[in-house]
Structure formats: structure tokens, C-alpha cells
């Protein structure tokens, strides 16, 4: 990365009017000289523009010539306005409007970028979408490009995370008071409007668990063609959106490049697990060469780069992941050998069909899940990595290799083909591809699931016929992996993923059908060796190392049986920037329509003139037939209630 040239200047309180009249925050920082500039703008709703110092990564590249611009979203933080949906027209078309302001004032030599990790990377895939004249490239870090598939239904399930975790913390932060030094006069309205029209995005997750309109209105998938600038896209195995950024990379029809390693929801210098990489080298490279028109030997690198995993004893964080880096010309890899593996009787896994038809059956448990971990890490990024999956194997069925004869590299997307039927109408299925160490440890490599109603459509499922053989297809996340001799291959197959989706509500037995009729199997995309070698990928080691394991701040997370009840039980406490967060969910193993998400959320916005603080209750429940979800938050200023109000809905249950 070239050397720092500037001084910065850093810029608050700066209102800019959109075409309604709304004014948003904005946050400036920028070089401290004459001149015009190229310019770098991410938004979201965390309150960006409320702190008094610009992120390091912000500084670094304002002194090497880039004006950095964030702003809020309408109806949070410093911002005007409000908000009831997340992602909305009106956020999309701000951002739209933002790239042309920016463009045309007087420090910006008209070239803008987008970038962003997690929410303000979703939104640079939906402001791309619309073009604006002035946007010239974006970096997507951990985006999803579809947000029901992806982030609030995988599989075609509630995800519990949206209801014990986002909803509350969401809730809490949009109720929450402007800052005054920011936003000077206008602190009262601008609060009063917040409080009097903001409403939980929590009532959107819960009235749209089909995907339609609603949500693709928000997701670049399947409409990649519209995205017409360069896309940078940076993902990690341990994150949430790898697999949704590479399916973008593989349909984009515009320079493209991806950077895929070990991490958790980190950019990558920040990383973990690592290794780490000076992940913001990599980002200036590409704003240098799209911004700037500097020839960084860029697009002369393979546009392709992924950290291929190795074995590690499996546990709740992992400072350090193995493996190697690599680069590649392709994804999917064009070299790959779709190899197919099949179940068979005596839970074995072979490269051939088994020569006779046969079936196990399975009693759905919707408390298996637990060794899986939260995706992504839930609350706690870095943490809620899977642990040893024997203890969800007992509950599972499960179909083991041979030990290996050598080492199988596995990298792309494998794919579980299944004939299944169950004696229920709905009904989830749980695919876990695991690496059997020689010790019997079991390590979670890979995962899919579906919702057997949405196997033709997630827009209009069908209830499946009891007993009714189908066959499934469940794609599987992606996965750069390499299975070392004389370990062991396996596929687990269970129909509740505990923590990640929303039990079905029915009990129910489920069988798996193999064999010559049903050939059930899993197909692996086994990667050759580079024939010829690829460079080594031209990455420096990030200046941040890696912290110790005891200077990690350790939430708190517990999941209990009850016996008597029959309910199983995961809580969660969480404390930092976003509040003291504390959730847990409950499942019923008796009867597992009935379950329930309770959180609460509690901030402290206080000044020295004012004491203000904020708290939210959100209760989301499910029986045969409802979903119900009850949001309640309260303001209190000086030890006073201030504000108090609550939201109730309940929606039909069908198919999930």
C-alpha cells in the first residue's frame, strides 16, 4: 500500500437533503489539502456518524487520497426521517442519490466507490443494481446477495438469530436519541420523529417467511446483469455469506475479483480465525486501480483467491485456522470432478450405488443442532464456531468412508441428493458433510438444509404427502477443504438444525430412501491439483496480530435440557458497542410447534447533560397454527419514562 501523503480532517454534523426533503448524517473524512479527490461512501444504521473519531481503515486511506463519506440511514441515528422495514425503497434510492451528491461537490473528481462489510455490503449490491451514473466500482465484504435465502429463512425456515438477536438490537438502536453535538437543534425533532413513526424490522422478518416481492426487491440474486461496475466481493468460511458472494462472483458479467479465507465477521487484517492478511492493501488496490486509473498489476493476478482448509480439532473459537492460500482462475473451479458418494445400509458411505433398494427411518428430534454452533457467530463473531459433532450423531443418521487412502481436496459446492418421505406435511432435512478424525472427533466441514415444502418453490410451497417418496436436492454452502489420509468422510442427515432454523411443528418419522430405485447421495466437487501452478497469491500478513485467547472478551452461552418439560433451551448473554444483549431459545421436544424466542436489550445513551437510556422486550412465539411476535420498548430520560410503546402481530403458520 503506497505511503501516506495527507493530513485528514475529520467532519461531523454534515445534513444533506434528499429529494423528500429528509435530511441524512453524514460523516466526511477526508484529505486535509486542496484538490479534487476520488471519493469512498458506505451507510448503515449503527450510528456511524456518532463517533468523534473516523475507523483507523477511513484515516489510512483519506491520507492517500480518498474522501471517505458515511452517512446513516434514514430514521437512525443522526439521520432524519424513519424507518419500519429494513432495506427500504426509500433507503435504496438515498443511496442512489448519495453517489450524485457526492459526485458533484467540489472535492470529488466525480469517480465514487461503495464498500462495506455485512449491512452496508448488502447495500452496495442494491445500489449497484440501480446504476447511479457516478458509482465506478464497490467492495462487498460478508453481503448476501439474496437476503431471504441467505439471511432470514435459510432453507426455508425462520431463523431464530432475526427474533432473539437482530430484532431487539435493531429496536433498541432506532429508538435510541440523535446525538446533540451532532446534530445541534434539530436533536428533539429529529428524536421525535424516530420514536412517533420507527417501527420493529422484526414485523417485516416475521409477516414475510415466503420470498417474493418483499425481499427480492432487496437482493441482487437472481438479477446479477444489473449490476454494472467492477466487484470486488471478500468473504470467510467461518462468516455467514461465502456462498452467496461466490454464487455473485460466478454470474457477475463485469470485472470481478474474490478473496475467500478463514474468518469470522471481520475484515480480513481484523480476522479471525486466522491467518490474517493486510486485508486493506487489498481493498486500496482495487479503489487505486478503478478510482484512480493507477496500474496496481491488478487484473494480471488470477481473480480468484481462497484459503483451502485443513483438519483442526473443532472447538467453540479457533485462533488460528490450517491450511494454505491459493489462487485460482475460476469459480467454480473448472478442473472440478463432480464426484458422487452413496449411502448405504450399516452407515457406510461409498463411491458405488448400493445394488438393492433399502431405507432408514429417522424420529425428528428438533433439539439436533446444538454441536453445529450459531452461523456466523450469532451475537459473537469469532465465537459459536461448530464443536465435536458426535454428540447431534447420536441423534442423526449418519453414513461414514473408509478411512481415505490419501488426501481428497474438496473445493465448490457440493450438492446431497436425497429420496426421502416423512409422515408429516411439513418437514425439514439437515445435511452435514464431516471429517471423521482418526481419534473419532467429528468436525463440521459443510452444511445445506431445506424445507421439504419449498423443494420446488420457495415462493409457493406445496405440504408434502405423508409417506410419499420425493427426491430433494440440497445445495450445500461452499467449501474449500482438503480431507487428509486416514480420515474419514461423513454425511449426517437430520431434520432440525437447533439455534440456526425454526423447528417444523409437526412430530414426525422420517425415512431416507437408497439404493437402486433411490440412489441418496451426497456429490462431492473433488478439486485435482493445478495442472499447470498457479502463482502464489501476492498477500502480506496484516500489521494487527493475532490477540491471545484469554484477551478475547468470552460471552456467556448455555444450552439446558429439561427432562420433566421435555424442552431444550439455548441462552446467550452479550455485552458491547450495541448494548447488553440476553436471549434465549426454546424448543419443545414433545411437541415441537411450540417454541419461543425471548430477548432483551438495554443501552445506555447518556451525556453528561442528560441520562438516557434504552430498552427493548421481544417475545416471538409459535404453536400448530400462529406466529406471534410482541416488541415493547421503553425510554427513560433522568430516570423518567420518556417513551413507551409496544407491537404485537400475529400471523398465520403455513409450511414452516
Known amino acids: 500500500m503506497s505511503e501516506a501523503k495527507y493530513e485528514v480532517e475529520h467532519i461531523r454534523g454534515v445534513r444533506i437533503a434528499m429529494r423528500d426533503g429528509v435530511e441524512l448524517a453524514a460523516a466526511i473524512t477526508r484529505p486535509d489539502a486542496e484538490g479534487e479527490f476520488p471519493a469512498i461512501m458506505s451507510y448503515h444504521p449503527y450510528r456511524g456518524t456518532s463517533a468523534t473519531e473516523p475507523p483507523e481503515s477511513y484515516r489510512q486511506l483519506a491520507q492517500r487520497g480518498y474522501v471517505m463519506i458515511h452517512f446513516d440511514v434514514r430514521g437512525t441515528g443522526n439521520s432524519g426521517g424513519s424507518t419500519s422495514d429494513i432495506y427500504s425503497e426509500q433507503e435504496i434510492q438515498d443511496g442512489c442519490e448519495m453517489v450524485e451528491w457526492i459526485a458533484a461537490q467540489p472535492w470529488c473528481d466525480g469517480n465514487v466507490g461503495m464498500w462495506g462489510i455485512s449491512y452496508p455490503a448488502v447495500v452496495c449490491w442494491q445500489v449497484a443494481m440501480h446504476n447511479p451514473p457516478h458509482l465506478k466500482c464497490i467492495i462487498v465484504r460478508s453481503g448476501c446477495d439474496d437476503v431471504y435465502s441467505e439471511w432470514t429463512n435459510p432453507g426455508g425456515c425462520p431463523r431464530p438469530f432475526m427474533y432473539e438477536t437482530y430484532s431487539p438490537l435493531m429496536t433498541t438502536s432506532n429508538s435510541a436519541p440523535p446525538d446533540i453535538d451532532v446534530c445541534g437543534e434539530q436533536w428533539a425533532d429529529i428524536w421525535n420523529q424516530h420514536l412517533e413513526h420507527n417501527a420493529p424490522w422484526g414485523i417485516g422478518f416475521i ?33 455467514w455469506y461465502a456462498t452467496a458472494l461466490l454464487r455473485a462472483f460466478s454470474h457477475l458479467q463485469v470485472p470481478k475479483r474474490a478473496l475467500v479465507g478463514p474468518w469470522s465477521h471481520f475484515w480480513p487484517e481484523d480476522g479471525i480465525p486466522g491467518p490474517r492478511i493486510d486485508g486493506l492493501r487489498e481493498c486500496q488496490r482495487w479503489f487505486d486501480h478503478w478510482l484512480k486509473g493507477t496500474d496496481t498489476g491488478l487484473l494480471d493476478e488470477p481473480p480468484v483467491t481462497v484459503f483451502v482448509r485443513e483438519y483442526s480439532p473443532p472447538a467453540s473459537l479457533i485462533l488460528q485456522d490450517k491450511g494454505a492460500w491459493r489462487c485460482e482462475k475460476d469459480w467454480p473451479l473448472l478442473r472440478t470432478q463432480h464426484t458422487p458418494m452413496y449411502l448405504h445400509p450399516e452407515a457406510q458411505l461409498t463411491s458405488e450405488p448400493y ?60 450438492v446431497a441428493h436425497l429420496y426421502v418421505s416423512s409422515s408429516a406435511e411439513i418437514a425439514y432435512f ?163 410447534a411450540v417454541a419461543v424466542t425471548k430477548a432483551s436489550c438495554h443501552r445506555d445513551y447518556s451525556t453528561p447533560a442528560v441520562q438516557v437510556e434504552v430498552e427493548t422486550q421481544c417475545i416471538t412465539t409459535s404453536d400448530e397454527t400462529t406466529f406471534r411476535h410482541l416488541v415493547q420498548v421503553q425510554v427513560t430520560v433522568n430516570g423518567k419514562c420518556h417513551f413507551e410503546k409496544s407491537w404485537s402481530v400475529s400471523v398465520p403458520r403455513e409450511f414452516d
Open 430 to 592: 439437515s445435511v452435514k458433510l464431516c471429517d471423521v478424525a482418526p481419534d473419532g472427533t467429528s468436525l463440521l466441514v459443510n452444511k445445506g438444509s431445506l424445507n421439504a415444502t419449498r423443494r420446488d418453490s420457495h415462493e409457493q410451497p406445496e405440504a408434502l404427502e405423508p409417506g410419499k417418496v420425493y427426491e430433494l436436492t440440497i445445495d450445500m454452502l461452499s467449501v474449500a477443504y482438503k480431507f487428509q489420509a486416514g480420515h474419514r468422510i461423513r454425511v449426517d442427515i437430520a431434520c432440525a438444525d437447533f439455534q440456526n432454523a425454526w423447528p417444523t411443528p409437526s412430530p414426525a418419522t422420517n425415512t431416507i430412501y437408497y439404493g437402486t430405485r433411490h440412489p441418496s447421495r451426497i456429490v462431492l466437487p473433488v478439486a485435482p491439483e493445478q495442472q499447470p501452478k498457479l502463482p502464489e497469491p501476492n498477500l502480506k500478513p496484516s500489521p494487527k496480530p493475532l490477540p491471545a485467547l484469554e484477551d478475547i472478551a468470552r460471552p456467556q452461552h448455555s444450552v439446558t435440557h429439561d427432562s420433566i418439560n421435555e424442552t431444550t433451551t439455548a441462552s446467550f448473554e452479550a455485552n458491547g458497542a450495541s448494548g447488553a444483549l440476553r436471549g434465549s431459545f426454546t424448543v419443545s421436544t414433545r411437541s415441537p
Open 355 to 414: 445394488a438393492e433398494d433399502a431405507c432408514d427411518e429417522y424420529v425428528y428430534n428438533p433439539a439436533v443442532g446444538v454441536a453445529a454452533g450459531q452461523h456466523g457467530g450469532g451475537a459473537s463473531p469469532g465465537w459459536h464456531l461448530p464443536t465435536d459433532q458426535r454428540p447431534d450423531e447420536a441423534h442423526s443418521l449418519t453414513y461414514t468412508t473408509a478411512p481415505l487412502e490419501e488426501d481428497l481436496e474438496i473445493t465448490g459446492n457440493p
Open 207 to 239: 409477516t414475510h417467511r415466503l420470498n417474493g416481492p418483499y425481499w427480492r426487491s432487496r437482493s441482487v440474486r437472481p438479477d446479477y446483469d444489473r449490476v454494472k461496475c467492477p466487484v470486488f466481493v471478500i468473504g470467510g468460511w467461518a462468516d
